[in-house]
C-alpha cells in the first residue's frame, strides 16, 4: 500500500459527461501529479501541484482542470468526454518537488466513456 | 526536448536466466533516474533510484540499475529472473536544475519470463 488513495476506481459514463477523480496523497507529502496512462500513449503528464499551487504543467488538455485543496487532496475533473478520455488515470505524490525523490502512486481510477 | 526511450516494447526471458530492460535518455544537466514497475490493474511500484555515486544501484527484489553517463542509459538488471517478475517496467528521469518539476516517463517496457 502507498498510502496515496484515488476514487473512485472504475467509472462509466458518456460522451459529453463530466467527472471528477479524487486523489489524497501520502501523509505529509505536499506535492501532487496526475498522469494519464492509456494503452497506446503510455505514461503521460498532466499537471502537477505543490502545496496547493500549480508547478507544471503537461499534456494536459483544457476540457481538463486540476485543484488541491488546503487540506493537500485534489481533483481532476474532466469535461466534454469523448471516446479517447478513456484511460486508467494515476495520481502520485511526493514530499517536496524541491528535492525529487520516488513518487508514490495510487491505483489509479479507470474511467471508460462510451 | 527531454525525453526517455525505452527501446524494447516487450522481453522474453527463461526463469533463472538473467534479464535487462534497456533505456536511454536525453535530458540536460544531471537527471535523478529510477524504475518503476507495475502489475496488472496496480499502481506504479517504486523498484530503485540514481542519485549520484556508484553506478551499479540496488533496489528491491533483486533488481540492479547501471548508470552510464557517456550512453545516457540506465538499464535494469537481475541476475535471475523469476515468474513473478512478469510486469510493465518503467523508467523515468527528473531532470535536475531546469526549472521543471517533471519526471519524465518512458513508454515501458513488458517483460514476461517464461517458466
Known amino acids: 500500500d502507498s498510502g496515496v488513495t484515488q476514487t473512485p476506481k472504475h467509472l462509466i459514463t458518456a460522451t459529453g459527461q463530466r467527472v471528477t477523480l479524487r486523489c489524497s496523497p501520502r501523509s505529509g507529502d505536499l506535492s501532487v501529479y496526475w498522469y494519464q496512462q492509456s494503452l497506446d500513449q503510455g505514461l503521460q503528464f498532466l499537471i502537477q501541484y505543490y502545496n496547493g499551487e500549480e508547478r507544471a504543467k503537461g499534456n494536459i488538455l483544457e476540457r481538463f482542470s486540476a485543484q488541491q485543496f488546503p487540506d493537500l487532496h485534489s481533483e481532476l475533473n474532466l469535461s466534454s468526454l469523448e471516446l479517447g478520455d478513456s484511460a486508467l488515470y494515476f495520481c502520485?505524490?511526493?514530499?517536496?518537488?524541491?528535492?525529487?525523490?520516488?513518487?508514490?502512486f495510487g491505483e489509479g481510477s479507470r474511467l471508460t466513456v462510451l | 526536448a527531454q525525453s526517455v526511450a525505452q527501446p524494447e516494447d516487450q522481453v522474453n526471458v527463461a526463469e533463472g536466466n538473467p534479464l535487462t530492460v534497456k533505456c536511454t535518455y536525453s535530458v540536460s544537466g544531471n537527471p535523478y533516474l529510477f524504475w518503476y514497475v507495475q502489475y496488472p490493474n496496480r499502481g506504479l511500484q517504486f523498484l530503485l533510484k540514481y542519485i549520484t555515486g556508484d553506478n551499479l544501484v540496488k533496489g528491491s527484489y533483486g533488481f540492479e540499475a547501471e548508470f552510464n553517463k557517456s550512453q545516457t542509459s540506465f538499464h535494469l538488471k537481475k541476475p535471475s529472473a523469476l515468474v513473478s517478475d512478469s510486469a510493465l517496467y518503467f523508467c523515468?528521469?527528473?531532470?535536475?536544475?531546469?526549472?521543471?518539476?517533471?519526471?519524465?516517463f518512458g513508454t515501458g517496457t513488458r517483460l514476461k519470463v517464461l517458466a
Open positions: 502520485a505524490s511526493s514530499v517536496t518537488p524541491d528535492r525529487p525523490g520516488e513518487l508514490f
Open positions: 523515468a528521469v527528473r531532470p535536475l536544475f531546469s526549472g521543471t518539476y517533471k519526471y519524465i
